[in-house]
Every structure is written in C-alpha cells, then in structure tokens.
C-alpha cells in the first residue's frame, strides 16, 4: 500500500468518524420531553393540534436556554415514567408532583410549580378576607366529591354549597350566591386567565395542602438534571418564567412557587 493510498484512506476514516459524532452530537441536542395533553392548562391540544400549554412553553424556555431543541411527545399519563426508564424520552413534565415514591425511580429537577387547594373570592372582599381562615361560616361554593369540597366542610361546616361542575361553582360566586370557591388550584388560575368570565375575581394568596411539581429526568442523568435546573433558574432570573406564568395563570408566581 502506498503512502497515498494510506492517506487517503486514514482520512476517510477520519471523515467518517466526525460525521459519526456529528449525527450523534445532533441527537444529542433535541430533547424527547414526554407529556400527556389533556391537562389544561399546563398541556392540551390547540386548535391546530398543537401541543401547548404552560408545562410545553416552560420546557421549550428550558431547551433553548440550555442548547436543546425539545420534541414534546404526548403519551397516556401512566406510561411516562416507564418511558423515561427505557429511554423511549429523555424528560418528563406533564403536572407531575414530586413524591418520595416516584423518587425512587426518577430524579426530579427543583420544583417548578406548587399545586394544591385555593380559594377564589370577589375582588371586593379582598381586604375582608386576606387570609383562607376568615372564611370560617361563611357560604362556600364548590364541585361535588372534590378534595376542595373536603376541604370546604371543614372550614364552614354545613355552609357549603355543592355544585356538578366548577363553572358552575364559578358563577354562583360570581353572582353572589357564595362568598368563596375551594378547588383545585390549577384549575382556579385557569379560570383567572379566562379575562371575560373571571372579571371581578381573585384569589386568596395562600395555597392549601401544597404539592410541587417537578420535571423528571433518568435516575442516572444526573447531567441533564444539573443542566434543567440551571436554565430554570435563568428563567426565574431573567423574568421568563414570570411571563409565561403570567399568560396562562394571569396572576403573577407567589412566593412559594
């Protein structure tokens, strides 16, 4: 073999191998985030079939703050962490809390978001009710066989007024049929974003049986992991986060988020 000929070839090979690494460092960079789309409004379908919501513009915020593209992939919220597990994604977020169960085999980033009961009242009563507490034996709306309705009884004992859905727990106090609405915070904020039917409407800045939601990544990723907190907390930082939490929540974070 000549020593051209060698050449050559050793830069073939050569050749080769960088387009190796350049398809693998291409993968590399575009995340497989795993969610399940029926959860407004952290994620749901859009109108043009679309995944969107706060979970979906947070991760992408995230990616583009750490170098990634993120592929969103929708799949049955049960399958998620069996999922991550065999690789099939590299992230999960999908509302998902961080539970010492669940810690056993994912690894979560720090918390994004704390869930957990609210209280919904009249912005008039603001002052006459600043804390969840001053509602005691006051008339309370909310949606039947929900924790919020637990959580409602206990605090104004036979002062509570049950309704089937929570639009409907939403107008009567609107209309002053009650003077708070116990549900699901999220579901509370998402109707505070909605301008035209929550006018008038605010909650009370106090969150009850609190949860956290995290994003989680493989137990052994512990570099993808370090990487989403650090662009999470760039987010905060920079007023990303507030933003995007402010356009599908309408208010603006509170301190425990």
């Known amino acids: 073999m000549s020593f051209t000929l060698s050449s050559a070839l050793k830069s073939l090979a050569c050749a080769a191998a960088f387009s190796c690494c350049a398809v693998s460092l291409a993968q590399a960079e575009t995340l497989r985030v795993g969610t399940e789309a029926t959860y407004a409004p952290f994620e749901f379908a859009a109108e043009d079939g679309s995944l969107t919501g706060f979970d979906v513009e947070l991760m992408q915020a995230i990616g583009k703050e750490i170098g990634y593209d993120v592929e969103i992939v929708n799949m049955p919220f049960d399958g998620l962490i069996p999922a991550l597990m065999t690789s099939q ?20 980033s720090d918390p994004y978001y704390t869930s957990g009961l609210s209280v919904l009242i009249r912005e008039e009563n603001a002052e006459k009710y600043p804390k969840v507490s001053d509602l005691k034996g006051q008339s309370l709306c909310v949606q039947i ?3 919020g309705a637990m959580a409602a009884e206990k605090l104004s004992p036979g002062n509570v007024k049950a309704f089937n859905t929570e639009p409907e727990a939403f107008m009567e106090l609107k209309a002053k049929g009650c003077e708070a609405v116990v549900n699901d915070r999220p579901i509370n904020l998402y109707f ?18 609190a949860e956290k939601y995290g994003i989680a990544v493989r137990l052994d990723n512990t570099e993808l992991q370090t990487k989403i907190n650090e662009g999470l907390k760039t987010l905060r930082a920079n007023g990303t986060y507030d933003q995007i939490y402010q356009k599908w929540f309408k208010l603006a974070p509170t301190d425990k988020e």
């Open 89 to 108: 994604i590299d992230a999960i977020i999908a509302a998902m809390s961080i539970t010492p169960e669940r810690a056993k085999r994912v690894a979560f």
């Open 192 to 209: 505070l974003a909605q301008s035209n039917a929550s006018e008038g409407i605010t909650e009370i800045p106090e969150i009850l049986s």
């Open 145 to 147: 066989g929900t924790t």
